[in-house]
């Protein structure tokens, strides 16, 4: 079919509207919507799979993946990029569906909906900035070894055995003329996606030459209704909270970080900058209409993302076609969406899973510090085996905490000399923390100090109890022996950690009488 067919929809007053949410870009809505198809037609066998993998019916994926996909399109934070049914939630809830059902897990998705809508309010998506580098470049490299992974399975007969003979051979054959299309057509024309080319060549090839080889179809039938609205039937009552709650609480936050660090993974590669706390916000509307209209729930999906950006789309358009025609399909195509060949699809997630992996990463093993090596190599084993991305990154951001506090704890330092009255001046260098606070009361030599001591705090800074609890010591045993301590140049925020802390601890003066006192605007 021409593309110009779709021209008058193109042009129309609902495309102009919805280029308004597309932080004043320029709509190609001929690719928009060629990408949406794309990824439409990729989305049908994963939201199957994994609905597989919940232990629920197909059609519960494919539910979740058209609201979460049409909701997170219009009002998330990141145009461009793909929610649907995931993986990671489905690994979470598979439990809770073989103990209690499929009507625990409409009112799980529902209440996670609820604390992520909690989260953006309260504007937690600032959160990821404390996620470093090296977590980021793990999280993908595992998230793609888990795509190309997944694949594995496609290689595999009806009752479990590898293929083997001349239906390996086709099968193979397709998914490398797949990944062929997609990897050089890009360099002829990017007026297509090649991801849809190569899904329409394989499956004229295996039509036209009637090849014997695995269909949509064979995973389990996509044909049904509409969504229908469905109020969870559970008992409203505290045990059905505290079943619920925990299971919850990890869809919320095994969601949203899968969605915001695919939010910043779309926002390099786009050079342009999404909004995390609005995509919370987003999100949890999502699995909340989705929860409602018998959806598994899910969030952001880096595969089909990366896919509709590859493509060359970069509006919400691509994201709302492609949930769209994931229900024109349950509804009318059905029979037609289920002769798709997997081998066009294996390849399309395999040439995914290529370009997802940042093999830019490997080179920096020479050039970036061990710590943050070990850091990117854990989080990509623990992704890659446990498939528990939240557990993957809540891992590494704990170590390259500890490593970073290890690192500031022994860089504390500090400089001493008399000035022309005989007052002796510790001049601080580096955060006291409870890392360093140790450290810290080592360096005074108390018992030969003159009377007077200074400690300047202008290359420092006070930053919790511990640091307090530390210079209430050192007053005290100075204190004992006669002898006064002078603090200098704490900034305001310094100053007012102490103050609310002097109920607890006595420290002797904040004196600064030379300098302005440091604001905490430098």
Known sequence: MDWRTFAPFYHSPFCMRLALFDLKQTVDYKLEILSGLTVAMALIPEAVAFALIAGLAPLTGLYAAFVVGLVASVLGGRPGMISGATGAIAVVIAALAVSE?????????????????????????????????????????????????????????????????????VFGGLVILAMAIIAFLPKLTKAVPGGLVAILVVFALVAFFELDTKTVGDMASIEGGFPPFHIPVVPWTWE?????????????????????????????ITQTRGQGNRECIAQGSANILSGFFSGMGGCAMIGQSLINVSSGARARLSGIVASVMLLVFILFGASMIEQLPMAALTGLMIMVAIGTF????????????????????????????????????????????????WDNAIRIRARKHVDENGWKHYEIYGPLFFGSSTSFQEKFEINSDPEHVVIDFA????????????????????????????LRHLSQDCRRLLDRADAIIEVNHFEDPTYKVVTDQT
């Open 101 to 169: 059902g499929p009507e625990y897990i409409f009112a799980t998705v529902i209440l996670a909906g609820i604390l992520q809508i909690g989260a953006g309010l309260l504007r937690l998506g600032k959160l990821m900035r404390l996620v470093p580098q090296p977590v980021i470049f793990g999280f993908v490299n595992g998230l793609a070894i888990i795509i190309a992974g997944s694949q594995l399975e496609q290689f595999k007969s009806s009752d479990g055995g590898w293929l083997g003979g001349e239906s390996l051979m």
């Open 240 to 268: 059905t909270l505290s079943i619920v709650f925990p299971y919850a609480a990890i869809v919320a936050g095994v969601g949203l970080i899968e969605s915001l660090l695919t939010l910043n993974i779309i926002d390099e």
């Open 358 to 405: 940042e093999w830019a990463s490997l080179r920096t093993f020479r050039r970036m510090p061990t710590s943050d090596v070990v850091i990117m190599l854990v989080v990509t084993l623990v992704t890659a085996v446990l498939h528990n991305l939240a557990l993957a990154v809540f891992i590494g951001v704990i170590i390259a905490a500890l490593l970073f506090a």
């Open 459 to 486: 290359e420092s800074r006070v930053a919790d109890m511990s640091a307090i609890e530390a210079l209430s010591r050192i007053t005290v045993r100075y204190a004992e022996a006669g002898k006064k301590v002078h």
